[in-house]
């Protein structure tokens, strides 16, 4: 009897998936840009730091980045800020501006403690650029792909397919700088079924981590849904900005296509609700704590 208990326990036993959720300080936004308010926010331009509401309404909020250690190697998912928007740890006006260019430095600022960029987060852990397998990147706004330069080492850069024809077709909204001389690689969505347009990129081929297509914010945008056990952990990027948005169906007050983006965010509060599901994540949660997951 305890023979066939151990046998079976022995059965079980799967490499585990490790799941570390970072913060690479933070981004100021005006309020109406995580929870669209209509009233408050009728025109969008008024969401911007450009005018006097967003200014002094402006909101602080962390932006996150994860380490997933997966038995077929080691996965990050997007980048956080590049050291150079805080170079001594501090807001730094003329750094910012530097590194994202005037007109993003007036929609989207940063700050970036020392000791909290990714690099610097992952040498703490021992851990190199070289040594990374694959980034994954949600999309390529600034505040997740500023840090490319710092990781071009690593073995695969990967954006889907239509996020690289957004950062062509609408320049405007990307910091285009900062891919400059890194390798990046391309995925195409398949028709799967999964998600919200029911399409998705299989890393691995075995369902352990997914990049689903999520479109509104933009239209390449990709929620990562990690599996085992059959559980799993969806990191949904800037399909919302933290569990309110799905919760009470608040959508962004910002997106390429909002009906699209209202879309995404119904498919977020279905799978959020599921049974199955460990944790689910915005990018931008300011409850969200940094924190290890073990699925
Ligand atoms: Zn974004």
Known sequence: MNERKGIGVMQNVQPEIRIHVFHTGCVCVSPGLPFKDAEKNPNPVQLTLLSSYGRKQRLWLPVSAYLIEHPQGKILV?????????????????????????????????????????????????????????????????????GLRQLKEAKHILVSEEEWQDTKAHAERYVTSMWKGVNMETFAFKETGQGPVGRSFDLFGDGSVEMIQIPGHTSGLAAVKI???????LLFADGGYAEKSWKEMI?????????????SLQWIHDMSQKEECLESLANHNMDVIPHEIVL
Not at 251 to 263: I, K, N
């Open 227 to 233: 599996s085992h056990g059959g559980k799993f952990v």
């Open 78 to 146: 997007d980048t956080g800020w590049h050291r150079e928007i805080s170079p001594k740890g501090e807001y730094s006006r003329w750094a910012q501006i530097r590194h994202l260019g005037l007109a993003h430095y007036l929609l989207n600022q940063g700050v970036l403690p020392l000791g909290e960029s990714l690099v610097e987060q992952l040498a703490r852990r021992n851990i190199q650029p070289k040594d990374i397998d694959y980034v994954l990147l949600t999309h390529l706004h600034s505040d997740h792909a500023s």
């Open 251 to 263: 959508p962004r007050g910002t997106a390429l296509d909002a009906p699209q983006a209202y879309r």
